[in-house]
């Protein structure tokens, strides 16, 4: 569920057009947002992976990182920086 939100999030901060964007590397915007989009999948696999091999405190990161991209996307969307 959180890598859904994860994913929901992104998406929503690259189609916000915030003048923020315009200041990332060019990696960013390879490809429409898929190439940041595909990074993170890989956090989120990675996770999992770790997750699944009996490291727990890896699925409390990610919760940690979760949150920290909810306030981030919140910020940026609502244009409060």
């Not at 060019?26 to 696999?45: D, K, N, Q, T």
């Amino acid at each position: 569920m959180l890598g859904i939100g994860n994913f929901a999030m992104h998406k929503a901060v690259l189609e916000s057009r915030h003048p923020l964007l315009g200041q990332m590397p060019w990696y960013v915007h390879m490809l429409g947002g898929r190439v940041s989009l595909a990074s993170e999948f890989l956090i989120l696999l990675a996770a999992m992976l770790l997750v699944a091999n009996g490291h727990g405190g890896w699925g409390v990161a990610y919760f940690a990182y979760s949150s920290v991209n909810a306030l981030a996307a919140w910020l940026i969307v609502t244009r409060r920086i």
